[in-house]
């Protein structure tokens, strides 16, 4: 099945940028996404891609996938002390038989 | 405004008790899924509803069970089988678009269950 793998923590200096990478295993993946988790809250979708598209960028966010590598990552630009939470990449395969989550990246934020 | 609501935020059970997580969503929404959070382990899924009176098993069933008698509502039931049932229990919904659709999920604020 479905492998979804990410790095457990980063930290950075509030106004440098973040990068969260993800890698996962099924070629067949449609839909890739980056939630957002705040403490003791639900997940909050950030963005997705389309596994046609190799870059989307959304103000401050920007996300790469590398199809050959099975590679997403997440940058966070002029990253602020309110970024600082958790973030999920999640993926789905073809028909939306399953949504694989990886196990989060608890990104912290100093001043 | 639109959402998905659990309830309780906070549940203490003894060991040996059954306890019935709430979730309803005002989203119109077709699907739901309970998902479990533990530290280090991403969410894993429990159950889904693709539609009213029918769910599947997802990949950690046992010890769990749920309903669907309407669109609006899917309760989860940790029963005293759930050998480690303390946890972050997360509720999500979306409308279901299929394979054309991004299926986006709409999450709910959690439930955190602890059991003395």
């Known amino acids: 099945g479905e492998d979804v793998e990410q790095s457990l923590f980063l930290s950075v200096r509030e106004g440098d940028s973040s990068v969260i990478n993800c890698t996962y295993t099924?070629?067949?993946?449609?839909?890739l996404y980056w939630y957002k988790q705040e403490p003791g809250a639900g997940l909050q979708l950030l963005t997705y891609i389309f596994s046609n598209m190799d870059m989307k960028q959304d103000q401050r966010l920007t996300v790469l996938l590398n199809k050959k590598d099975k590679h997403l990552s997440l940058r966070i630009a002029d990253t602020q002390t309110g970024d600082s939470a958790i973030y999920f990449c999640a993926v789905v395969n073809t028909g939306f038989q399953k949504l694989v989550f990886g196990t989060g990246t608890r990104l912290l934020v100093s001043p | 405004d639109g959402g998905i609501t659990q309830s309780p935020k906070y549940l203490f059970r003894k060991e040996g008790q059954n306890v019935t997580l709430s979730c309803e969503q005002n989203l119109n929404h077709d699907a739901m899924y309970w998902y479990r959070q533990d530290p280090g382990q991403g969410l894993r899924l429990i159950y889904y509803s693709q539609i009213v009176n029918d769910f599947q098993k997802g990949d950690i069933a046992e010890g769990y069970s749920v309903s669907r008698e309407k669109k609006e509502s899917f309760p989860l039931t940790v029963t005293s089988a759930q050998k480690n049932p303390t946890a972050f229990y997360l509720c999500?919904?979306?409308?279901?678009?299929?394979?054309?659709?991004?299926?986006?999920?709409?999450f709910g604020a959690g439930s955190r269950l602890t059991v003395l």
């Open positions: 999500a919904s979306t409308p279901f678009e299929g394979s054309s659709g991004a299926n986006v999920l709409t």
């Open positions: 099924d070629s067949s993946s449609t839909y």
